[in-house]
């Protein structure tokens, strides 16, 4: 036991002093501590330091450590420090404004609960809307058709073809049709060649990108280059009138003098719509006899892009069988012309019928009274046949007769349409509530609804009609040559009355008898 009792008062830290007299020669010794004390007093009791100061550890502390002061540890005044901390924070004790960026975080993200985005949303990656990959199902839809559109499918089933009659060119071709000449070889020696359209020369305003050569037309790809190093194919179009020999601007090759299947080709031209033509005006060698060459010469417009190797011919001039130093070829629109004709050679008028020979280049209807038997038969607008049409054995009549009708709303079921029942089966299943769906975002269902599936090969379209510039069919084409009116008009082609002077109409009924009935 301790000397004395446990502290119970504030009093100064422990002084042997106060506790006996010290060991031999006035020293503290250990023999005089272990002698008089157990342990020092703070272990035996709660001790009050005032203004006391510890440089060490405070170590096996069992209770409580109070101040009413401050605590300093290494100048840091710990009681000041903690007076400047958070209190501990609980559910609901913050607000979202006291956390810095949250309200704009949480602006930024999607309700998932459902709700609409404003703005615009990029997905650099995919977007899934249940199981399906709405990128995935995009990159298979057909890009919009326009009137630009070359499409390549397997079939075609419509209630209505409308295949247009207006016949867009990009190539001339200047050839012997029937191997004609007016001359003892076929060697090709002109001046110049004009188109003009909308009163402007289009051969000499894009000369520079036009692709013009020598070629033979049964190796049209091949050119076979000019007799002279001095001139070149394209001087055709050059709007210069004259060359070295003062009567000609292009010559064919002098080796192919003996070959009526040399042509010259010029391609390149801005895709024009043949009917928009007003006149092609060619210039003739002037040299004598030279001009006795243009005999059974013509002039052919292909379109290209459409036809690559040129067998599909959209309009032509006759051969040419006068001889002349200028030919002039109206087209359609040569009453549009405006710019004034002239009687001399020009590159910025069209040369008048006085100075010129003139042919107009008709492409109306030509009817057949009667059959007709042929191997092909090209034609630039329509065919209206009047009896029957046969291919080979098949009576084409009969055989739409024998075709499915008009398909109302309805009248299919899911099975009856090949590949769609396999179709919908790979789409999303019904979205649940929660879920993101197609109608949360926005645009996207109107967008898929517009599309078409990518048309190939293999596709069979079915569609009310269809306009195209081009229709090419590889294997065969039925068609409904059946005349439909929705319209009747009563009126006096010739002027002619049974009374001078005296124009009305009156009637009394009009009636039209279908079926039994009148309609």
Same mark, same amino acid.
């Given at each position: ?398 055989? %739409?007769? &024998? #075709?499915? +009708? /008009?398909?109302?709303? $309805?009248?299919?079921?899911? @099975?009856?349409? *090949? =590949?769609? !029942?396999?179709? %919908?089966? &790979? #789409?999303? +299943? /019904?979205?649940?509530? $929660?879920?993101?769906?197609? @109608?949360?975002? *926005? =645009?996207? !269902?109107?967008? %898929?609804?517009? #599309?078409? +599936? ?66």
């Amino acid at each position: 036991m301790s000397i004395y009792n446990p502290p119970s008062k504030t009093q100064g830290i422990f002084n042997p002093s106060n506790y006996g007299g010290l060991g031999a020669g006035g020293e503290i010794t250990i023999d005089y501590l272990k002698s008089s004390f157990l342990e020092f007093p703070v272990a035996q009791g709660n001790t009050t330091l005032v203004g006391t100061s510890v440089f060490g550890n405070i170590s096996q502390q069992q209770g409580d450590f109070s101040t009413t002061g401050d605590l300093l540890v290494n100048d840091v005044n710990v009681i000041t420090e903690i007076g400047t901390k958070q209190d501990t924070i609980g559910n609901g004790d913050l607000d979202i404004a006291f956390t810095s960026g949250l309200q704009t975080a949480l602006d930024n993200k999607y309700d998932d609960t459902g709700g609409t985005i404003n703005g615009n949303t990029t997905i650099s990656g995919d977007l899934v809307v249940g199981t399906t990959n709405i990128i995935s199902e995009i990159d298979t839809k057909q890009d919009e058709i326009t009137t630009a559109t070359n499409l390549i499918f397997n079939s075609l089933s419509t209630t209505q073809l409308f295949v247009n009659e207006f016949l867009y060119f990009d190539t001339i071709v200047i050839r012997r049709p029937s191997n004609a000449t007016g001359y003892s070889d076929y060697v090709i020696n002109l001046r110049e060649l004009q188109c003009w359209v909308n009163n402007v020369n289009i051969l000499a305003d894009n000369s520079e990108n036009l692709i013009t050569y020598f070629a033979l037309w049964s190796d049209k790809e091949n050119d076979i280059s000019v007799e002279y190093n001095l001139t070149q194919a394209s001087d055709i179009h050059n709007n210069i009138f004259t060359w070295a020999f003062g009567n000609i601007s292009i010559h064919s090759p002098s080796e192919y003098s003996d070959d009526p299947d040399v042509v010259l080709i010029i391609k390149n031209i801005p895709t024009t719509l043949i009917d928009s033509i007003q006149s092609l005006v060619l210039y003739n060698s002037t040299g004598g006899i030279l001009n006795e060459r243009t005999l059974g010469l013509a002039i052919e417009l292909y379109n290209e892009e459409n036809d690559p190797t040129l067998i599909n011919l959209l309009a032509s001039t006759n051969e040419i069988s006068v001889k002349r130093d200028v030919y002039r070829f109206d087209f359609n629109s040569i009453d549009s012309y405006t710019s004034g004709f002239v009687d001399e050679d020009s590159i910025t008028n069209i040369v008048s019928e006085s100075y010129a020979f003139k042919e107009v280049v008709n492409r109306d209807v030509t009817i057949i009274d009667g059959n007709i038997t042929c191997h092909t038969i090209n034609t630039s607008g329509n065919v209206d046949v009047g009896g029957n049409l046969v291919v080979g054995t098949t009576n084409i009549i009969t055989a %739409l007769n &024998g #075709k499915q +009708d /008009t398909i109302e709303d $309805g009248d299919l079921s899911i @099975s009856n349409t *090949s =590949g769609l !029942q396999s179709s %919908l089966n &790979g #789409k999303q +299943d /019904t979205i649940e509530d $929660g879920d993101l769906s197609i @109608s949360n975002i *926005s =645009g996207l !269902q109107t967008a %898929l609804n517009d #599309k078409q +599936d990518e048309i190939t090969t293999d596709t069979d379209l079915t569609l009310n009609s269809m306009t195209t510039d081009a229709l090419i069919v590889n294997h065969s084409l039925s068609v409904d040559t059946r005349k439909y009116f929705d319209t009747i008009v009563l009126r006096r082609p010739t002027g002619l009355t049974g009374e001078a002077g005296d124009f009305y109409i009156a009637l009394r009924e009009l009636q039209v008898w279908i079926g039994g009935s009148n309609l």
